[in-house]
């Protein structure tokens, strides 16, 4: 079992950068991917991005050049660095392992509570 732990959300401006991270624990001793996904109330968890644990990078697509991903070499902690913010990016954002799909409806075993990330305009 993996334990994961959401940090870094808050309230930015339009326009403005935030970093999160996720920290997993438990069952690290695999490299196995990583992924963020992003939901409102009453919509369905969007995939944002996952690495793998040989460092390949997945993106969805409306997200590549304003999010990125990356992962402390060797250690079970991924950040997610998102920049251009507009009010669409306010979402809870969560943290996951060992997924069997992304989307559109995701199947992971391992979900984090999530961090809050508020976009003010």
């Known amino acids: 079992q993996v334990q994961l732990v959401e940090s870094g959300g808050g309230l930015v401006q339009t326009g403005g950068s935030l970093r999160i991270s996720c920290e997993a624990s438990?069952?690290?001793?695999?490299?196995?991917?990583m992924a963020w996904f992003r939901q409102v109330p009453g919509k369905e968890r969007e995939f944002v991005a996952a690495?793998?644990?040989?460092?390949?990078?997945y993106f969805t697509d409306s997200l590549k050049g304003r999010f990125t991903i990356s992962r402390k070499t060797g250690e079970a902690t991924v950040f997610l660095h998102m920049s251009s913010l507009g009010p669409e990016g306010t979402d809870v954002y969560y943290c996951a392992t060992h997924c069997d799909a992304w989307g559109p409806a995701p199947d992971c075993h391992n979900w984090g509570r999530g961090t809050q990330v508020t976009v003010a305009s």
């Open positions: 690495v793998s644990g040989a460092g390949k990078i």
């Open positions: 438990g069952h690290t001793g695999d490299m196995y991917s």
